[in-house]
């Protein structure tokens, strides 16, 4: 498997460059609460810069509705990369008006800058092509050639990540190269016993990543707000417990099939239940098969996986040689909660082979939880975008690169 990388692009000195970045960072009044993705964009601009290139770069954050909106802004980042850079990044007011236009030209080689949300602009993701290329037109005006580097965003077919890519030569970054290398392993030759841990809260987001995993691993792990379809598809009491009925059937069909291709689906054996949902919330441990028995009864709320769920997680883990984990295992934001999350991550940072954490918001609960990014074997900075991979699918971001 190959993809164009920056090699192709020739000697940059002097050169504009275009550089798509995932920055789309958590935020919470205004302030960055993980910095994960602006660390793992520095060594494609550090290399981009050093070649005596200027830099433009874009993302977009959050999903604004195609118009300006100030909690979207991306100065916070601006600042945040300038002090990791270790230099000024002249941030611009718009994407592609005369903020933008006034940022390009002030830059000097080796200098860069910071364009505000691509969101902003309706062209981004439009649905129209038309639109997403007289975008994309645009942002090709202002440099010579593109650098795509948002991992978390290739499988979005977007103006930045799609159309643009066609209109100057373009190429992959480091970062593409780096996530693609790992995620190649877990498609084309895992190492076995090779275990997957879903957790997350809806089961339906996992459906596709569910049946294109099941034929391929050894072991797969169900925890997170997801799991209680899979109780409840046993015929087990859920309480208020997140329940996705509509998928009850489908549950049913990949327990069958996995007992058919001889994979062990494992399902948590005990839940933390709580009386409500909050930090302050009254809280009881209790069998998975009697979730609806504690003082609670039926209005108790199954927030994470039990101590006994957790430490056979974390044994099945020690005994594989190849990890993926996509998904929280309950509300780890909320302390009595965050154990099971923490008994995962903690067991993959000892796993033998590879092990993966596949997505921001998985990546961010990680660091949230006090772990660092060199206790894992990869941290992927893209959740929907490594799970599309994971399923198989052709990304439009990377076959735009001769991914192939
Ligand atoms: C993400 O956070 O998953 C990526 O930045 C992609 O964002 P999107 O799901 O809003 O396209
Ligand atoms: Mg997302």
Avoid at 56 to 67: C, E, I, K, N, Y
Wanted: charged share 20%; hydrophobic share 45%; proline share 4%.
């Amino acid at each position: 498997m190959s993809i164009r990388t920056l090699q192709s692009l020739g000697d940059l000195t002097g050169k504009t460059v275009l550089v798509r970045l995932d920055l789309n960072v958590p935020l919470k009044d205004g302030a960055i609460t993980d910095d994960g993705r602006v660390r793992a964009a520095l060594p494609t601009l550090n290399a981009v810069l050093n070649a005596g290139a200027k830099v433009v770069a874009f993302s977009h954050l959050g999903r604004p509705d195609g118009a300006p909106d100030a909690k979207y802004s991306l100065a916070p980042v601006a600042q945040r990369l300038s002090e990791l850079l270790g230099k000024p990044v002249v941030f611009a007011a718009d994407t592609i008006g005369q903020g933008a236009q006034e940022a390009v030209t002030s830059l000097q080689d080796g200098g860069i800058a910071l364009l505000e949300n691509l969101r902003f602009n309706p062209g981004e993701t439009s649905k129209d092509a038309g639109e997403r290329t007289a975008f994309a037109e645009k942002l090709a005006a202002f440099g010579d050639v593109f650098v795509s580097d948002g991992f978390g965003v290739v499988h979005r077919k977007q103006a930045s990540v799609y159309e643009l890519a066609g209109l100057v030569p373009s190429a992959a970054g480091l970062l593409i190269e780096q996530e693609l290398s790992v995620l190649d392993r877990l498609t084309t030759s895992p190492e076995k016993p090779y275990a997957v841990v879903l957790g997350g809260s809806k089961v339906s987001d996992k459906l596709a990543v569910i049946d294109a995993l099941l034929p391929k691993v050894d072991t797969l792990l169900v925890g997170g707000g997801m799991l209680f379809t899979f109780l409840f598809a046993q015929g087990y009491k859920v309480g208020a417990s997140l329940l996705e009925e509509d998928q009850v059937d489908t549950v049913k069909g990949y327990l069958a099939k996995a007992a058919e291709l001889g994979v062990e689906i494992v399902l948590p054996t005990d839940i933390v239940v709580a009386s409500k949902f909050g930090a302050d919330a009254e809280v009881a441990i209790t069998a998975a098969d009697a979730i609806e028995e504690t003082p609670f009864g039926a209005s108790g709320l199954g927030l994470d996986i039990g101590p006994e769920t957790a430490a056979k997680f974390a044994e099945v883990i020690a005994a594989s040689n190849t990890v993926f984990w996509n998904g929280p295992m309950g509300v780890f934001e909320l302390a009595p909660f965050a154990a099971g999350t923490k008994a995962v991550a903690g067991a993959l940072t000892k796993v033998r082979g590879l092990g993966v954490v596949g997505g921001g918001d998985s990546a961010a609960a990680v660091r949230a939880l006090g772990f660092t990014d060199d206790q894992f074997g990869h941290i992927s900075t893209g959740g929907g975008a490594s799970l599309e991979f994971l399923e198989g699918k052709k990304l439009p971001g990377l076959e735009v690169l001769g991914w192939a």
